[in-house]
């Protein structure tokens, strides 16, 4: 397959040395690929290939060397053993200039993109100019608006970047890529901060490079994704490969068990709530600064009952992270009123909050959950260790006792780990936000506010936190829970909010989910507008 009339970019004044032509990518395999880190094994003679036209997908949990796996392909790790063969030829790819001169180009999960300067001024950040020092902005902006209109991608290359939303740096990014001469487009997570809508539109980018003789390799832990967009499915489990299947045939609850090596749950029931609980907390036109210096959290006014779970929904960065943390103490309201248990509790101390029945599960473990030097069992009574069934005459830590409930907390939440003295740090994602979950829950709180409970720990791991949560749920507990991951939200929410630019938008309830409907909301279409156009 080949690429028609595309333009390289030679025919817009630059220079890319040692560079093969955009068409140049048949196939490229990795073999035996084998990669040692002081004391990891994080891949153990790993086989992967891609051929031109095709979308393949690179599933495995976190740890299992999708990362480690691309990061040789792109140069930015070098294999210790193993071979990269692109078009039946073995390379050897030092380093990602090493890399984009041979047609392959890489979209990170965090955009490698330069704020303050305009989109065309990012695309040639770093390349030659056939014009010296000069550098014809014009004549990029001409390019980037051909491949924009072939590709439907909608980008003002005169635009400083700090103006796009998302989904639009994210097309920055592709366009930068195939204005390189990508032939291969690896996208690591590609829409874990899109829309519904956006990642619709990213798929319809993707198939047409595909039909048009790219290659594309996508990660992404999204299986429905996954299966909606791929052509092979390549699957690796603790840095080696299990099986290479045609997508066709494949199915979610198949591929999460190749993941972990067993069966998994990824659909929950739900059943209606057994009565409706009284109101545990309310806010009332709530506000919050951000670290930005303006409002983060603007006029927040939500509702939360015992039995139930709410449902916070929106792309990364419109107010879930300010109103959590005003929630639970960890940022002062500019004005409204937090109530909890029918106590105003506005602008209070976490301490106080926790005396209130307040748990709180951070979106960033290791920085707001736990102390990474600390054991686990230093970690287990962080909140708790001056209470007296912690303490020697209200003074000295009992270790004893703390070692021992500790202990009771690693059996009943399943948590892999060689002792409570070792360093929180030394354990894996899953089992760190288990323990956090285990501190949390171990007072029988009243309010639960769980932001990202399981990003970025495995499906493993996902599967058991999102069973506590059912359980705290049946037990009358009133939960707040704030997910980027619409899946997660849809799959245990009693109610849903939606949440833009620092505003609740949109309210959906069980039974009237609609991912398209929310997924409106979460790019900021008003409530009443999408009644208008129904």
């Known amino acids: 397959m ?108 965090h955009f490698m993109l330069v704020p303050s300067l305009t989109v065309a001024e990012n695309v040639a950040l770093g390349m030659k100019s056939g ?84 290659a594309v390799i996508f990660i992404s832990h999204k299986l429905h994704e996954v299966l909606a967009i791929s052509n092979r499915i390549t699957v690796l489990r603790d840095g080696a490969r299990v099986d290479t299947i045609p997508t066709v045939g494949a199915t979610k609850l198949s591929l999460a068990e190749m993941m972990v090596g067993r069966p998994v749950v990824l659909e929950y029931e739900v059943p209606p709530p057994a009565a409706e609980g009284v109101v545990r907390l309310k806010l009332e036109a709530v506000s919050a600064m951000s670290e930005r210096g303006d409002l983060g959290l603007r006029e927040a006014a939500l509702e939360v009952r015992g039995g139930e779970i709410l449902g916070v929904a929106g792309v990364s960065g419109n107010g879930q992270h300010e109103l959590a943390e005003v929630i639970a103490g960890m940022r002062p309201a500019v004005n409204g009123k937090i109530i909890i248990n029918g106590a105003v509790s506005t602008n209070i101390t976490p301490e106080v909050l926790r005396k209130r029945g307040v748990a709180y599960i951070p979106e960033e473990r290791m920085i707001d959950g736990v102390v990474g030097k600390f054991t686990v069992a230093e970690n287990y009574v962080l909140k708790t260790h001056g209470e007296k069934t912690y303490t020697r005459g209200g003074l000295w830590l009992n270790m004893r006792a703390v070692a021992n409930a500790c202990r009771k907390a690693i059996h009943n939440y399943e948590i892999k780990t060689p002792g409570t003295d070792t360093p929180i740090k030394n354990l894996s994602g899953g089992n760190i936000q288990k323990l956090v979950l285990a501190r949390e829950l171990a007072e029988n709180p009243g309010v639960l506010i769980a932001a990202q409970p399981t990003r970025g720990v495995d499906i493993g791991a996902t599967e058991y936190i999102h069973r506590r949560l059912l359980d705290e749920r049946a037990k009358g507990t009133a ?56």
Not at 34 to 56: C, N, Q, S, T
Not at 490 to 495: F, G, I, N, Q, T
């Open 2 to 109: 080949g690429f028609g009339n595309y333009r390289t970019p030679h025919s817009y004044g630059y220079v890319m040395t040692e560079r093969s032509s955009p068409h140049a990518i048949q196939s490229l395999e990795m073999r035996g690929v084998v990669k040692r880190f002081p004391g990891v094994m994080a891949l153990k003679g790993v086989d992967f290939d891609v051929r031109a036209g095709e979308i393949h997908a690179l599933l495995g949990e976190n740890g299992a060397g999708k990362s480690t796996l691309m990061k040789i392909l792109y140069g930015l790790y070098q294999p210790t053993d193993g071979e990269i063969v692109l078009n039946g030829t073995p390379v050897t790819i030092h380093s990602p200039h090493d890399s984009i001169s041979r047609g392959i180009g890489m979209i990170h999960q």
């Open 131 to 214: 014009r010296g020092s000069m550098l014809d902005l014009k004549q990029i902006a001409k390019a980037l608006n051909e491949l924009s209109e072939r590709y439907n991608l909608k980008i003002d290359p005169k635009r400083p970047i700090w103006q796009l939303a998302v989904g639009e740096q994210q097309r920055v990014e592709i366009i930068r890529a195939l204005y390189r001469g990508a032939a291969l487009l690896i996208l690591d997570e590609p829409t874990a901060v899109l829309t519904p809508q956006e990642s619709d539109h990213l798929f319809t980018v993707l198939k047409q490079m595909a039909a048009e003789g790219h």
């Open 479 to 534: 939960i707040l829970l704030i997910s980027e991951d619409l899946d997660e939200v849809m799959a245990l929410s009693d109610r849903i909010i939606v949440m833009y630019e620092g505003q609740i938008v949109g309210e959906v309830v069980r039974g009237a989910y609609d991912v398209r409907h929310i997924g409106a909301l979460m790019a900021g279409v008003t409530a009443e507008a999408l009644e208008d156009s129904a």
